[in-house]
């Protein structure tokens, strides 16, 4: 079983500043790619961030300059700091992680359970 739990949300003024974490655990083998998503309410769940397990970045265009994703991977655990947030960051945050939990078994896609993100003053 593996399970990535997120923490990190939470209300914040427009200008500010949030850190999300998101920590795998369980039976871990290898984490592949690590990712941030955000669904807002009535929309579809949308790409943030990525990053490879080697250290490599992507964003989409409407954070870039303002988000940074991160990974500490003696922890498993992904992080996206967020900052000169705007209203229209409010959404639901998940991450998600490629993992195999063998040697010898294929990767999956696992997700978290989504933390709130508010901006608003």
């Known amino acids: 079983q593996v399970q990535l739990v997120e923490s990190g949300g939470g209300l914040a003024q427009p200008g500010g500043s949030l850190r999300l974490s998101c920590a795998a655990s369980g039976s871990i083998f290898r984490i592949n790619a690590m990712g941030w998503y955000r669904q807002a309410p009535g929309k579809e769940r949308d790409l943030v961030a990525t990053?490879?397990?080697?250290?490599?970045?992507n964003y989409v265009d409407s954070v870039k300059g303002r988000f940074t994703i991160s990974r500490d991977n003696a922890k498993n655990t992904v992080y996206l700091q967020m900052n000169s947030l705007k209203p229209e960051d409010t959404a639901v945050y998940y991450c998600?992680?490629?993992?195999?939990?063998?040697?010898?078994?294929?990767?999956?896609?696992?997700w978290g359970q989504g933390t709130q993100v508010t901006v608003s003053s």
């Open positions: 990053i490879t397990s080697g250290g490599g970045t």
């Open positions: 998600n992680a490629v993992i195999a939990t063998m040697r010898s078994s294929p990767f999956y896609l696992y």
